[in-house]
C-alpha cells in the first residue's frame, strides 16, 4: 500500500480515467501536510482527513486479529461500523458540495 502512495503517477482510478477527484482525493496528502505539522494547510486540503485516519487506527486492530485468526474478516463492532457509514457519507457529502465551489472547491487531481 505504501508503494501505491509514493507511485510518480496517479493511482486512483477516478483520476485516471475520469480526470476528477474522488470524494477521498487528498485524504494521504493531507495526512502528510499534518504529520509535518501544517494543520491549517492540512484541513484546507480535506477536511475530513484526520477523521479518516483515526479511524482507520482504531479499525486496525480489529482487522488484524481477524486475519491472524482465520482468512475471512468478520463484521467490526458495531459503533465502529456505523462511525465508517457516517465517514462515507460525510465524505460524499463534502465531495458533492465542493463541486459546488464550498470548502476550497474540487481537491486539485
Known sequence: MAALTLAP?????????????CPGCGVTRACELAARGGWRASLHLHPLALVSAALVAVSVPFVARDMLRKDVLG?????????WHVLVGLLIALWIARFFGYFG?????
Request: hydrophobic share 40%.
Open 9 to 21: 503517477f496517479p493511482t486512483c482510478p477516478m483520476r485516471l480515467l475520469l480526470r476528477t477527484p
Open 75 to 83: 463484521p467490526l463492532p458495531r459503533p465502529l461500523g456505523l462511525a
Open 105 to 109: 472547491g474540487p481537491v486539485p487531481v
